[in-house]
């Protein structure tokens, strides 16, 4: 089955939260602009293209490959996200408001893997 990507609310997620990763990011000292900031972007970029990539797959057994991966950049991002923190690059309250974001994005990603693993066996 064939998915609009614009459609779904995990894509929508992922693009609000590489929004998030630029304005965050900013503030970064600008000697990690082709470190640190540049993989964190990378990550946050990577989730919703990866679904939006998926989308394009001609069944759902390969479009759930590409949502693992976008996932796996999620896991990425937010290990990144608590390294920013540690270092002091940011704040404690934007941390956990970013950390609960991811958080609940790859909840819902997991959730819809399980339901296309789910209308694959039935």
Known sequence: MRHNFKKLEVWSAGIDLSIDTCAL??????????????????????????????????????????????????????????????????????FEELEKKIQNLQGKIHRFIEKLEKSLTS
């Open 25 to 94: 990011t900013k503030s970064f000292p600008k000697e990690e602009r082709f470190g640190f900031i540049s993989q964190m972007q990378r990550a946050s970029v990577s989730i919703p293209s990866n679904i939006a990539e998926g989308t394009s797959r001609k069944s759902d057994k390969h479009f759930i490959t590409y949502l693992e991966n976008a996932l796996g950049s999620g896991y990425e991002w937010e290990s990144q996200l608590v390294i920013a923190f540690r270092v002091g690059y940011i704040e404690k309250n934007r």
